[in-house]
């Protein structure tokens, strides 16, 4: 891809707003549409296209395999840890009313935190399975080939 | 309609268009949460994974010997069970039908006093409905794991023999 100036700077120009707008849909899933699952591919989409433009191995540069394998079992123990949260806090698992001062408070506490997790998942997922598969490929595709 | 391909970069095109045609159909029905899904996953990161696929697989469909009957006799069959069962399903949009009876009034009042957030869908997928939330992550959890197993090892012997192919 080094003689497409214009992919990779439109690429660039574009990653920054797609991460934002990512983090926008996880901690305004409250209010809006959106939430953990959604942000997840959206932050992990910004990656895939560096990753497609720049190639497998500076994405690995950048988002190392053994870093997101662990990110991705990191958002799940986030989940799995605020439910276990409720137990010791003398409700039951995933009960989110006793993790703050006032029920409607740990509700909100216990949703940012559990979409969180999701979203790191996803996120972490979606861009393991996309080195997966961007590493088997042993040759460059020829324009015509599609 | 009908369309049949055998070139599967064209059928990725497509079911990524459909995805996207959904995509409007069900922002039309107000579930735009399921929209904004359906949009990131369905039309984007699933089109990329599948060109991904293609690109280890090739792309054009092999032909198919000698005539699946078993397997139209099979899916006949099922269709035809699965139209039975619909056919017990209240009206499109029927205010009596149990979904909307059962627990969701409940969900509904119980969003603004008991969680206090704007939005009912985050509300019903993070908080009422938590264990399912907590499987699913789960689920992309040992999708990621499974990919990983399976394709790693080819993965870590390119890295030690600089890139190259390593079979």
Same mark, same amino acid.
């Given at each position: 891809?080094?003689?497409?100036i @214009?992919?990779?700077?439109?690429?660039?120009?574009?990653?920054?707003?797609?991460?934002?707008?990512?983090l926008?849909?996880?901690?305004?899933?409250?209010?809006g549409?959106?939430?953990g699952?959604?942000?997840?591919?959206?932050f992990?989409?910004?990656f895939?296209?560096?990753?497609?433009?720049?190639?497998?191995?500076?994405?690995?540069?950048?988002?190392?395999l053994a870093?997101?394998?662990?990110?991705?079992?990191?958002?799940?123990? @986030?989940?799995?840890?605020?439910?276990y949260?409720?137990l010791?806090?003398?409700?039951?698992?995933?009960?989110?009313?006793?993790?703050?001062?006032?029920?409607?408070?740990?509700?909100?506490?216990?949703?940012?935190l559990?979409?969180?997790?999701?979203?790191?998942?996803?996120?972490?997922?979606m861009l393991?399975?996309?080195?997966c598969?961007?590493?088997?490929q042993?040759?460059?595709?020829?324009?015509?080939?599609w | 309609?009908?369309i049949?391909?055998?070139?599967?970069?064209?059928?990725?095109m497509?079911?990524?268009v459909?995805s996207l045609?959904?995509t409007?159909?069900f922002?039309?029905?107000?579930a735009?949460?399921v929209?904004?899904?359906? =949009? =990131?996953?369905?039309?984007?990161?699933?089109?990329?994974?599948?060109?991904?696929?293609?690109?280890?697989?090739?792309?054009?469909?092999?032909p198919q010997?000698?005539r699946?009957?078993?397997?139209?006799?099979?899916?006949? =069959?099922?269709?035809a069970?699965?139209?039975?069962?619909?056919?017990?399903m209240p009206?499109?949009g029927?205010?009596?039908?149990? =979904?909307?009876?059962?627990v969701?009034?409940e969900?509904?009042t119980?969003?603004?006093?008991?969680i206090?957030?704007?939005?009912m869908?985050?509300?019903?997928?993070?908080?009422?409905?938590?264990?399912?939330?907590?499987?699913?992550?789960?689920?992309?959890?040992?999708?990621?794991i499974?990919v990983?197993?399976l394709?790693?090892?080819r993965?870590?012997s390119r890295?030690?023999?600089?890139?190259?192919?390593?079979?």
């Amino acid at each position: 891809m080094k003689h497409h100036i @214009i992919l990779r700077i439109g690429a660039k120009l574009l990653i920054p707003p797609i991460m934002l707008f990512a983090l926008y849909v996880q901690f305004h899933g409250d209010y809006g549409p959106g939430g953990g699952f959604q942000a997840g591919v959206i932050f992990a989409s910004a990656f895939i296209l560096y990753g497609l433009v720049f190639g497998l191995a500076e994405l690995r540069r950048v988002a190392p395999l053994a870093v997101v394998t662990k990110l991705m079992a990191a958002g799940w123990l @986030i989940y799995i840890g605020v439910g276990y949260a409720g137990l010791i806090l003398g409700g039951k698992f995933l009960d989110y009313d006793v993790l703050s001062h006032d029920p409607v408070s740990g509700q909100h506490l216990g949703i940012l935190l559990v979409e969180l997790g999701v979203g790191v998942t996803v996120a972490s997922a979606m861009l393991v399975i996309y080195q997966c598969f961007a590493a088997h490929q042993s040759r460059e595709l020829a324009d015509d080939e599609w | 309609m009908i369309i049949r391909l055998r070139n599967l970069f064209a059928v990725v095109m497509l079911s990524s268009v459909f995805s996207l045609l959904s995509t409007g159909l069900f922002v039309t029905l107000d579930a735009v949460d399921v929209a904004f899904t359906e =949009a =990131a996953v369905g039309a984007g990161i699933t089109t990329v994974l599948f060109l991904g696929a293609l690109a280890l697989t090739g792309s054009i469909e092999k032909p198919q010997r000698g005539r699946p009957y078993i397997a139209l006799l099979v899916m006949t =069959a099922l269709a035809a069970m699965l139209l039975y069962g619909t056919m017990d399903m209240p009206p499109f949009g029927d205010a009596g039908a149990p =979904a909307h009876r059962h627990v969701a009034p409940e969900y509904i009042t119980g969003t603004q006093t008991q969680i206090g957030i704007p939005n009912m869908v985050s509300a019903i997928l993070a908080s009422y409905r938590g264990f399912d939330t907590l499987g699913e992550t789960g689920v992309i959890f040992t999708a990621g794991i499974g990919v990983l197993l399976l394709l790693r090892r080819r993965l870590s012997s390119r890295q030690q023999s600089g890139g190259g192919d390593a079979e």
